[in-house]
């Protein structure tokens, strides 16, 4: 992994070094971070009758507390630069963790549906915080080694992912209690706060205001909506897929166990991409093959849906997995699209704040059409424009170019290096 001191840079005087010790404990916490990142989502959906049954929740509130985590990603996401010019980013995504953890612990044992929402969102907010930090973190402590780092974190995102969505039933079936099986997973925010309370003292300096990247200043670059609208666009992709994937193979003849086994190995995708594609990823300056490779798949995969749903199911299945690596790309570009971890915070905020409210309609406008045509081609239709948008978008981020240089009204020369990786 690390060699002794290389995470340490930019945290004092030139040629500071980090202890080995802190080092694997920075690493440690870049990894059980990003394991608690989903768990508050995920683990709503296999106890959803339960929960609903236990707090008399109504369709609406159910639909809300469904909706909840794409429009905390965007609310705390957006705040999270401010928090960290006022706070550090230790400090931040130490509370970070402990509120995921007190909300998952609490929101249990509430008999208000509307107390039940409120501890939702906190334990949301440490979710959303830590979606902004970790990419940020990376660029920070680990500026040589993004590729490696980003691996770690989106495997161990898509495991906790996976986890939660997986083990929520047999927990609940082994305690006998659905609360006792939702609030478990309180414990892993807990742990994965551990190394970061070990490592306050090595908070690099805070940023110097006058130095900061505020959001605003983002989003007067192209590059700054051009990640935006990228970032958008393939969670947008993804989201309905997971949400409807399953009911499109349904009403295409296939059983309900096969079509939920289809729709598991599906997000099980997320795992080997995500250990494969970042490293590979951040050898590279120009990103746009990756971009093109990924549309290729997702183009194969939706017209085989279109034409022959369940003939090729478990081709197309792979094809629409591999498509989606788009959201590991998206992440490492945050990192090796900026100089700096300020420059990294401003475009992981601004385009996750801005891009989970655009995944948010999707599953809505897909359903939609869905209901109006009573068919699913013109919904297909409509995630395959969304697929070409999207393709269009990354071959503009996928260009070697920095954030900071568009700011200052300057591109890369030809010649230039990037910074280090």
């Not at 907010?125 to 940020?136: H, K, Q, R, W």
């Not at 599906?266 to 990103?287: C, K, N």
């Not at 045509?373 to 990354?394: D, I, K, Y």
Request: glycine share 10%; with cysteine.
């Amino acid at each position: 992994m690390e060699h002794e001191g290389e995470a340490g840079h930019g945290h004092g005087p030139p040629g500071t070094r980090l202890p080995r010790r802190v080092v694997w404990l920075l690493v440690a916490g870049v990894a059980l971070a990003a394991l608690n990142l989903r768990t508050a989502i995920t683990s709503i959906g296999p106890l959803l009758d339960e929960i609903t049954a236990a707090l008399d929740m109504s369709g609406v509130l159910a639909g809300a507390l469904t909706t909840l985590p794409v429009l905390c990603f965007a609310l705390f996401g957006a705040l999270t630069p401010a928090l960290i010019r006022r706070f550090g980013e230790h400090h931040v995504l130490v509370a970070a963790l402990l509120a995921l953890a007190a909300g998952l612990a609490t929101r249990p044992f509430v008999e208000d549906v509307w107390l039940f929402l409120g501890l939702s969102t906190l334990a949301l907010s440490g979710g959303a915080i830590g979606n902004v930090l970790l990419p940020t973190l990376v660029k920070q402590h680990f500026p040589r080694r993004v590729g490696a780092m980003t691996t770690l974190y989106t495997t161990f995102l898509a495991l906790g992912t996976t986890i939660a969505a997986a083990a929520t039933v047999p927990l609940e079936q082994a305690s006998g209690d659905w609360r006792l099986a939702l609030g478990g997973y309180a414990l892993l925010g807990l742990i994965a706060a551990v190394p970061w309370l070990l490592v306050l003292r090595h908070e690099p300096p805070r940023t110097d205001p006058a130095a900061a990247l505020s959001l605003r200043r983002v989003l007067t670059t192209p590059m700054g909506w051009q990640s935006v609208l990228f970032f958008g666009s393939q969670s947008m992709v993804a989201y309905i897929m997971f949400g409807w994937y399953a009911q499109m193979l349904r009403d295409s003849g296939m059983d309900a166990a096969a079509a939920g086994l289809v729709l598991s190995y599906l997000t099980a995708l997320a795992v080997p991409a995500s250990l494969i594609l970042p490293g590979i990823m951040a050898r590279v300056r120009d990103h746009r093959g990756f971009v093109v490779l990924f549309f290729s798949c997702y183009a194969v995969g939706l017209a085989g849906l279109w034409l022959a749903p369940l003939k090729g199911v478990w081709l197309w299945t792979t094809l629409i997995g591999v498509g989606m690596a788009t959201f590991p790309l998206a992440l490492t570009l945050f990192p090796l699209r900026t100089r700096t971890a300020a420059g990294t915070a401003a475009m992981s905020a601004s385009s996750q704040s801005i891009g989970y409210l655009m995944a948010g309609a999707g599953p809505f406008l897909f359903g939609l059409l869905r209901e109006v045509t009573g068919g699913w081609h013109l919904p297909l239709a409509m995630v395959m424009a969304v697929v070409t948008f999207n393709l269009f978008m990354g071959l503009l981020i996928g260009r070697p170019r920095y954030l900071e240089d568009q700011m200052e009204g300057r591109g890369l020369s030809r010649g230039a290096s990037p910074p280090a990786r």
